[in-house]
């Protein structure tokens, strides 16, 4: 009997090897009997938003996006800052679901990876607060300087990031435990 909760990834960033995407990968590869790990891969592909599209049909990748979110025990969100702020991709993915429910009551674990990362993180949490999800102070985490700690191969190089991840991951799994 398959135990593992369903978690679905989101990386805030488009760029196809991105230290987000690598990080979320490692984290799928250390998850691998509590969790069954998707990673979205479609960020790029949803439509800007627009209030006249958010409707009982909502374009299909939306909808699709949306149905994913809504299926998931719980959401990882890792994502980069662009500018002091979060990426317009993931902004806008989230936009899609304010009109909705599917993030309310979702545990989640948010992940900002980035040079400072900072304000995007507070941003981050902000908006997840405003859609009503579950995440705690153990669920947040702050990777500054990302691209000196994971190589090409998605290995965590530098221990005290790894020792965040781990930690991370053992907060996040509680959290979806305590939910589902």
């Known amino acids: 009997m398959n135990n593992r909760k369903k978690i ?6 488009t760029r196809s090897n991105s230290s987000n995407l690598r990080l979320l990968k490692r984290i799928a590869a250390l998850t691998t ?14 439509p800007h938003f627009n209030p006249d599209l958010d409707n009982e049909t909502p374009p299909q990748s939306v909808a699709d996006f949306r149905r994913q979110v809504a299926e998931a ?3 990882i969100i890792c994502t980069p800052e662009y500018v002091f702020s979060l990426p317009g991709s993931l902004k806008n993915a989230l936009e899609w679901c304010v009109s909705t429910t599917v993030f309310s009551r979702k545990p ?3 992940i900002t990876a ?6 995007a993180h507070e ?3 902000l908006v997840m607060k405003t859609i009503e999800t579950l995440f705690n ?10 691209k000196g700690k994971i190589n090409e191969e ?12 781990d930690t991370f991951i053992q907060a996040f799994k509680k959290l979806v435990e305590e939910k589902v």
Do not use: R
């Open 8 to 13: 679905f990834a989101i990386s805030g960033s």
């Open 33 to 46: 009997t509590d969790f069954e790990l998707t990673i979205f891969e479609g960020i790029s592909e949803l």
């Open 73 to 75: 025990d719980g959401i």
């Open 108 to 110: 989640v674990g948010l």
């Open 114 to 119: 980035s040079a400072s990362g900072e304000k």
């Open 123 to 125: 941003e981050l949490q």
């Open 137 to 146: 102070v153990d669920t947040l985490l702050l990777v500054k300087g990302i």
């Open 154 to 165: 998605g290995i965590i190089t530098h221990p005290e990031t790894a020792a965040q991840i």
